[in-house]
T-cell receptor, first 113, second 113 residues
Framework: KQEVTQIPAALSVPEGENLVLNCSFT??????LQWFRQDPGKGLTSLLL?????REQTSGRLNASLDKSSGRSTLYIAASQPGDSATYLC????????????FGQGTILTVHP | GAVVSQHPSRVICKSGTSVKIECRSL??????MFWYRQFPKQSLMLMAT?????????EQGVEKDKFLINHASLTLSTLTVTSAHPEDSSFYIC?????????FGPGTRLTVL
């Protein structure tokens, strides 16, 4: 059974810092991995999706990497802003169950001015 | 593109009543939709996979007679919580599969008094 772990559980940083969120998964047989953002009481916004054959994806100040063999992904946020404050969720799409996502517990990010 | 809506966004009901939640893919067709449940400060837990024109597949521990799912068209799936009880109070989120990822609705906050 796939298990997804995110570290740290919470992170508080001053505005402008570059930061890294970590995600690890136990079964490396994945179809893809997605990073989401969730604001309090809201749904999920997809940030980046990395296919199993890819090593990284970039969108603006966000960069996500994937090391499938070691079961790890990182989300790098450059020049953080208070508007980046949210919960960041990592989700793995298992290779044998297309579309079935297993979520990590999330990292609660607070960027203070 | 890839917008998913949910209705209602918030519902309060009395114990014993039934509540229907709608999930719509607005600008694409989705043969597969997913229903998740999220308790406060926890991650998303998959409840069931909804397939257009066929019966939903429920995750272990989810009562199919309590959580009725209907996926009657390629753009609409509904979740009906029957005979709701206070312990059913939660945040329910749907997603629609659009290869290669999933796109999530804004969620429905259910409070059962």
């Amino acid at each position: 059974k796939q298990e997804v772990t995110q570290i740290p559980a919470a992170l508080s940083v001053p505005e402008g810092e570059n930061l890294v969120l970590n995600c690890s998964f136990t079964d490396s047989a994945i179809y893809n991995l997605q990073w989401f953002r969730q604001d309090p009481g809201k749904g999920l916004t997809s940030l980046l999706l990395i296919q199993s054959s890819q090593r990284e994806q970039t969108s603006g100040r966000l960069n996500a990497s994937l090391d499938k063999s070691s079961g790890r992904s990182t989300l790098y946020i450059a020049a953080s802003q208070p508007g980046d404050s949210a919960t960041y969720l990592c989700a793995v799409n298992g290779g044998t169950s297309y579309g079935n996502l297993t979520f990590g517990q999330g990292t609660i990010l607070t960027v203070h001015p | 593109g890839a917008v998913v809506s949910q209705h209602p966004s918030r519902v309060i009901c009395k114990s014993g009543t039934s509540v229907k939640i709608e999930c719509r893919s607005l600008d694409f067709q989705a043969t597969t939709m997913f229903w998740y449940r999220q308790f406060p400060k926890q991650s998303l837990m998959l409840m069931a996979t909804s397939n257009e024109g066929s019966k939903a597949t429920y995750e272990q521990g989810v009562e199919k007679d309590k959580f009725l799912i209907n996926h009657a068209s390629l753009t609409l799936s509904t979740l009906t919580v029957t005979s709701a009880h206070p312990e059913d109070s939660s945040f329910y989120i749907c997603s629609a599969q659009r290869s290669p990822g999933q796109f999530f609705g804004p969620g429905t906050r259910l409070t059962v008094l």
